[in-house]
């Protein structure tokens, strides 16, 4: 007892535990709450709730701002592309209507005679046939198979009439067909066919190839001929795929670049660098055609349109060799389209296209065409290899060829000879005036 009442007495005195709240501290010594700081966290809470409210709605204001305008793109890039889905339809209707009312134009002034006389032949009474009907189509067949020989025979009456005008349009018509084809292989359509394109290269061959030829094989015919012997048309042949053929490429190329609208520097470095393919393509085809081309076999008035129809027979060929090349590849692979004109021959034009489609010959914007790093690409020459006049003048990137590679290409020169002299003797048995 007397320990027990040593103790201090300890009052039970409750002690209320602090609270934080946010950032201020509660502290109730007296068992009553802070009533003013309470009040001010109220006020607060209230606050934040209706700041809260007021950002949501923002954010939905601006959400739905953002979707209107994310749908006004979407609609705009959609009727975008109908707007060029119909441009394309548009073009490609106008194309056809061209294409069309041309081919039939030409087509009747052609066949006018003919298609009256084949009407003529079920409009009228036979008398007493007993075949009428047999023989309507017997005759109707017959002018048919007598066409080509007598358009023939009134072309080679009418070139005499004026041969430089006649000369150009045939070879304003094989300029334009060329170059459609080529522009066929180049993996165009109706939709994105540039018929403009067709029209320069036609008018082209209408001013640069069809008159100028005329007085160039006249030219040949008094000062190559040599008095008829058969090895003057070697002569012939090696000056026209010389001389000649780089004259041709530089005029059409000018030509184009004109009607294009180009700056004359930009065609002039195309020219040089265009030069040696251009006879390097012109090789493998036309010292054997041209071994018919300057003999005495075709009429001198008939040799442009032999020459002519061989140029679109040529780009024919290139279109179909190409085109089975192309198949011949990855069948997953992407048909590409050339959407640039090279602004060359059409024959040349196909074999570059196929260069580009095959990834060999690649466009830099800064360095232009150029050819791949892997790739066997025979278009332009690295500088300082294979060019004339590197340090500057108007023949620098004048593309020249090699020693090996210009023996290479000379092979049909060589192989045309023998051809030659073997065309020399079917004259004589044929008794032609050689």
Not at 106 to 117: F, G, K, N, P
Not at 126 to 151: H, Q, S
Not at 372 to 398: I, K, N
């Amino acid at each position: 007892p007397a320990t027990l009442s040593a103790r201090p007495v300890l009052s039970h005195r409750p002690v209320l535990p602090s609270r934080r709240v946010g950032a201020v501290r509660l502290t109730a010594t007296d068992g009553r709450p802070g009533t003013a700081a309470l009040t001010k966290l109220l006020e607060e809470n209230r606050s934040l709730r209706d700041e809260n409210t007021r950002l949501t709605e923002e954010n939905r204001r601006l959400q739905a701002a953002a979707d209107a305008i994310n749908d006004e793109i979407i609609t705009g890039e959609l009727l975008a592309r109908a707007a060029r889905r119909s441009l394309l339809n548009n073009i490609a209707t106008i194309n056809l209507l061209v294409i069309v009312t041309f081919g039939m134009g030409v087509a009747y002034s052609l066949l006018e005679t003919d298609i009256r006389a084949i009407a003529a032949l079920y409009y009228f009474d036979l008398g007493d046939d007993l075949y009428p009907g047999f023989a309507r189509a017997a005759i109707a067949v017959d002018l048919i198979l007598r066409l080509p020989g007598e358009l023939l025979h009134q072309y080679e009456a009418l070139v005499p009439t004026n041969p430089v005008f006649y000369k150009a349009c045939t070879s304003g018509v094989a300029y334009t067909f060329g170059d459609f084809i080529s522009q066929l292989y180049q993996g165009r359509d109706l939709k994105t066919l540039d018929l403009p394109r067709s029209f320069r290269s036609g008018a082209a061959g209408f001013i640069g190839h069809g008159p100028l030829c005329h007085y160039w094989m006249l030219a040949m015919e008094r000062y190559l001929d040599f008095g008829g012997a058969w090895w003057a048309t070697g002569f012939k042949v090696l000056a026209d795929q010389t001389v000649w053929s780089l004259y041709l490429n530089a005029m059409y190329s000018f030509l184009i670049g004109t009607l294009a609208f180009r700056n004359p520097r930009d065609v002039w470095a195309d020219v040089k660098s265009t030069s040696w393919p251009a006879l390097r393509s012109s090789w493998r085809f036309w010292p054997f055609v041209h071994c018919i081309s300057f003999s005495h076999a075709v009429p001198l008035d008939l040799k442009l349109l032999w020459v002519d129809v061989m140029e679109i027979v040529w780009v024919t060929i290139l279109s179909r060799v190409a085109n089975q090349d192309d198949n011949g590849e990855e069948e997953n692979q992407d048909i590409g389209v050339v959407v640039e004109s090279f602004g060359v021959d059409p024959t040349l034009e196909i074999a570059l296209s196929q260069q580009v489609m095959s990834g060999t010959l690649t466009y830099d914007s800064s360095a232009g065409w150029k050819c791949s790093e892997d790739g066997d690409c025979w278009v332009l020459a690295d500088d300082g290899a294979g060019t004339a006049g590197s340090s500057g003048g108007p023949f620098a990137g004048l593309t020249l060829p090699s020693g090996p590679e210009l023996l290479d290409a000379s092979i049909p020169l060589a192989l045309m000879w023998p051809v030659l002299f073997a065309f020399y003797q079917g004259e004589l048995a044929l008794g032609l005036d050689v």
